[in-house]
DNA sequence: AATGAATGAGCATTCATTCAT
DNA sequence: TATGAATGAATGCTCATTCAT
C-alpha cells in the first residue's frame, strides 16, 4: 500500500492512454530482462531502445531517468512477491503450513521470475538501491514473523529468537531457489521440499537432535 | 639468454620488488574497499588512484585493467576464506562439530571481511564475474559436502540429499551473517551460534519434529 | 514490421536526414583537411570536433570509429579519381590519346585534392589501411591496361610487359604531380605535359634512342 | 657531409663504448624494422624495448626521444642511399650509363632495404619529418641533374626541362621498386631493367616515337 | 508520442618521458 | 649503464540526457 502511493509523486507520472501503458509494460519488462543478462550498468538507454525498435524520446517520455525506471522494476518486483504470499497464506489456519506454503510460493516465483531474482541481487550491493532493497525485505520479515511468534506461543516451533528463525527461512530459501533452481535446473516444487525440510528439522537425524538439544 | 627469457611471461605477471608488491597490495585492498561502498561500476579508476595519491600509470602498471584487478579480489577473498575453513576443522574429528566450526569459521570471516561479502554478491550478478563465484561455491559445497555425508554414514544426520544439506547449511549462514552481523550489527558470536541452531534443529520443536518427520 | 526491419543495418550505417547528410559529409572534409595538415595519428577526434565547434558525440553518431572514418574518406578519394578518369576517356578513339588524357586527369585531380594526395601516401604506411590502397591501385592498374595492351597491339607503342608500361606511367604521373604541382607550385598543365612527354618518349634524344633499341 | 656534422650538437651525443654502439645500433635497426611493420605512431617506446628485453632507461640512454631516433633511421637511410649511388656511378665516363647505374642502385638498394621504403614514405606525410625527406630528395635531384645536363650537351638526351628528366626518372624507379619487387615479388634485377628501359625511351614504339616528336 | 541529432562530462586505457636506485 | 616504478596529459570512445522538429 505505502509502496504503491509513493509512485505518485514522481515527476513523469502521466495519465497514460492504454497504448501508452502497454509501451511502459513493455519498456519495463525488456529492460529488466537486459539489465538481467549483461547487467543493470553495461546495459545502455541506447541498448534498451534499440533491441525494443523505438528511439530515445520514448525511454525519456515513459521514465524520468535509467535509474528511476530500475527502481521501478525492483519496486514492481517486490509488490509482485509480497501479493504471491499473501494469497498462498490467505486460508491456512496452521502456523506451520503457513510457513511451509510461504516457502514454495517464494521458491516458485523465483522459479517463473528467474530474471527478476539476480537484479534484486544486484540492487542490494549499490547503496543507491540497497535501501529499496532492505525496505522490501523487512517488509518480508514483518510479514512472516506473526507466523513463527503464533508456532513459538501454539508450542509447535523452538522457543528461540523468532526473527532469527524468520531470517534462517529466508536464507534458506533464496539459497536453495538459487542453487538448486536457477544454477542446477532441478524442478521448482523439489527445491520448495528440500526448503521445507531443512527449515523444519535442520540437518541433524531425529535421534541425535533428542540428544543434543 | 636473459634477454629472451625475460620476455615469456604474460602481460602484467612482473616479478616485483618488495616495495612493488606492497603497492600491488595496496592498490587491491583499497580498491576493494572503494568497490564495496560505491560499486564496482560506480567507481572509476580516477577514484581508486586519486583516493591513493598516485599517477593513474600505477594502476596499470599492476594491473592490465580495471576488470582484472576485480577478478584479482575475488580469487583472493575466495582462496583467504577456504584457508580459514581449513584449518578450523583440521583436528575436529566429529563430522557434526566440523560443520559447526565450518559455520562458525564463515560467520567470523564475514564478520571481519565485511566488505568484501558485498562484492562477492555483485559478482554473481554479471555475467564476467559469476563464473569465478560459481566455481568457488563449487568448491565449498565440495569442501563441506564430505563432512555431511560422513555425519550421514555415521547416523548423525538425517538420511537426506547431503548435497542440499549442504548447500542450505550455506544459505543459512550467509544470509544470518548478512542480516543479523552486516546489516543488524549483532555480535558474530551470537549470528554463529543462531545459524549453528538453526542449521542443527530447524525451526519446529523437538516434540513436534518427532511427531511429523 | 517498422519495428524489426529498422534494426537490420550495420552499425553506424544509418538512413540520414538531409541535416544529417550535410553534417556527415562536413565530418568527413574537415577531417581529411585536419589528417593532411597534421597527419592522421596527430589529429585527434577531439582537433576535429573542436575544429567544427560541435561535441564529440557527433563525431560517433556519424562514424563508428576514426579508423572507418579514414577508411570512409581513402574509399570516397579512390572513387572520384576513377570516376573522373572515365569521364575523361570516355570517347578518344586513340589509345595514346586515352593514356595522354588519363595522365592529364591524374595532375589535374591531384591538383585540386591536394590534400587526399598526401593521405593516399599515408594509407600505404599502415598495415591496416595498406590493402585499401593496394586495392585501389590495382583497380588504376587494371583501368589503364587495356588501354596500353591495345596501343600495343596497334603498334603504336613497344612491345614490352603492358604491365610494367603501365606502371611505370602511374609511376611519373605521380612523382611529377607530387614534386611540380604540389611541392613546385608549377601550374598542373605544365605538370600534365611533363609526364606525358616523359611516359611517351623517355629521356633519350630520338636518334640515341634509335641507335640504341 | 653537412648530415654527418649537424648530429654532433644534439643534446644525447656521447661518446659510446664499443658495447654502447652496438646497442645503439640494435635500437636503431629494431626500432626501423618495428615501425616498417607496425608504423611509427603504432609502435610504442615500450613495444620495442620490451622486444629488446631491456629496460626504459636504455631506450633513453641512447636517444632523447622517440621522434629524435626516427630522425636518425631516416638521416643514415639517406646517406647510406647516397653512398651506394656514389660508388656505383663513380668510373663511369656515359651519361647514359651513369643514369642506368643510378636506377640498378636504387633499385637495389630498396630491395635489400624494403623496410626502410615505407619509413621513408611514412616519413614524407608528417610535417614534422617531411623536410627530412624533402631534403633528401632535394640532394637527391641535385646528385643526378649533372649527369641528365651532361647527357643533353652531348646530344645524348631529349633537349627538355633536365629537372623534368630527373624526376620522371626518380618517379619511375621509386614506383617500379615498390610495385614489381616489393609488392610483386620480382627479381630486382627485372625490376631495374624495367625501369631503364621505361625511363630511356618510353612507352611508345620507335617508329610512333619518330613521327610524333 | 516519437524521432534523429546533439551534448559533453566522464571513462578506461595508453604512452612518451622522468625518477630513484 | 641499466632497471623497475611512477607520472599525468592525452586519447578514443561511451552514454545518460536533452533538444528541435
Redesign the interface.
Known amino acids: 500500500m505505502a509502496l504503491l502511493s509513493r509512485r505518485i509523486q514522481a515527476e513523469v507520472t502521466r495519465r497514460l492512454t492504454a497504448r501508452g501503458q502497454r509501451r511502459q509494460q513493455q519498456l519495463l519488462e525488456f529492460s529488466a530482462a537486459m539489465f538481467a543478462?549483461?547487467?543493470y550498468?553495461?546495459t545502455s538507454v541506447t541498448d534498451i531502445v534499440?533491441g525494443?525498435?523505438?528511439g530515445k524520446g520514448v525511454f525519456y517520455w515513459y521514465f524520468e531517468s535509467k535509474e528511476e525506471l530500475f527502481r521501478q522494476i525492483l519496486i514492481d518486483a517486490q509488490r509482485d512477491l509480497r501479493r504471491s504470499q499473501r494469497q498462498a497464506i490467505a486460508d491456512e489456519p496452521d502456523p506451520?503450513r503457513r510457513?511451509e506454503q510461504g516457502i514454495r510460493t517464494s521458491v516458485n516465483w523465483l522459479d517463473t521470475h528467474r530474471h527478476l531474482f539476480?537484479?534484486l541481487?544486484?540492487a542490494?550491493?549499490?547503496?543507491r538501491f540497497a535501501p529499496l532493497i532492505?525496505q522490501g525485505?523487512e517488509q518480508a520479515v514483518a510479514d512472516a514473523l506473526p507466523h513463527?511468534k503464533a508456532?513459538i506461543a501454539a508450542?509447535?516451533?523452538?522457543?528461540?529468537?523468532p526473527l532469527?528463525?524468520t531470517?534462517?527461512?529466508?536464507?534458506?530459501?533464496?539459497?536453495?531457489a538459487r542453487?538448486?533452481v536457477l544454477?542446477g535446473n532441478r524442478p521448482a516444487e523439489d527445491a520448495a521440499e528440500?526448503?521445507v525440510?531443512?527449515?523444519?528439522?535442520?540437518?541433524?537425524?531425529?535421534?541425535?537432535?533428542?540428544r543434543?538439544?
Chains 1, 2, 3, 4 share one sequence.
Open positions: 543478462t549483461k547487467g550498468h553495461p534499440d525494443l525498435g523505438v506451520v510457513i539476480v537484479l541481487e544486484f542490494r550491493t549499490e547503496e532492505r525485505e513463527v508456532g508450542g509447535l516451533m523452538r522457543r528461540d529468537d532469527v528463525l531470517q534462517g527461512i529466508l536464507g534458506v530459501t533464496d539459497h536453495l542453487v538448486l544454477e528440500a526448503a525440510s531443512f527449515c523444519l528439522y535442520g540437518i541433524l537425524s531425529p535421534s541425535t537432535a533428542g543434543r538439544s
